[in-house]
């Protein structure tokens, strides 16, 4: 008898409000909840052959949860790789700073910042 992995879905409604997830049971679960507040784009580091860094323009859509925030670059793997960047980013606000949810040492606070500064400077942050 053959065995089978178990299938793990995961249904995702998008709206003007926000996403809604839920896992599973296929209902919408308004308690889990990441709310679209913008789409921005920035310059970022990548790079390129023999060692050579240039900043290219990345397109990011910004959420906020609870008063955290998550960057999502709308980039694909491999573009993900040469910008050195994770498929999303997280902070908070602190003292009117940005602070990442991955600690001090960040490498990618730069990019944190930045568009933390273009949210304060539309009046998107809390």
């Known amino acids: 008898m053959k065995k089978?992995?178990?299938?793990?879905i995961a249904f995702c409604l998008r709206t003007t409000k926000g996403i809604f997830f839920d896992e599973l049971r296929g209902t919408i679960s308004p308690q889990i909840m990441?709310?679209?507040?913008a789409t921005l784009t920035i310059p970022v580091p990548y790079k390129r052959a023999g060692?050579?860094?240039?900043?290219q323009p990345v397109t990011?859509?910004?959420y906020e949860e609870d008063n955290r925030y998550e960057i999502a670059p709308l980039l694909d793997g491999n573009e993900l790789?040469?910008?050195n960047l994770p498929v999303s980013l997280h902070f908070e606000m602190q003292n009117d700073k940005p602070v990442s949810l991955r600690g001090k040492?960040?490498?990618?606070?730069?990019v944190i910042q930045d568009i933390?500064?273009?949210l304060q400077e539309q009046?998107?942050?809390a």
């Not at 060692?51 to 900043?55: A, K, P």
């Not at 040492?105 to 730069?110: A, I």
Request: aromatic fraction near 6%; hydrophobic fraction near 40%.
């Open 4 to 8: 089978y992995k178990k299938l793990h």
């Open 34 to 37: 990441k709310r679209k507040i």
């Open 51 to 55: 060692n050579v860094i240039s900043q």
């Open 60 to 62: 990011f859509d910004v």
């Open 81 to 83: 790789a040469i910008a």
């Open 105 to 110: 040492k960040d490498g990618n606070l730069h």
């Open 116 to 118: 933390a500064s273009k």
């Open 123 to 125: 009046g998107l942050l």
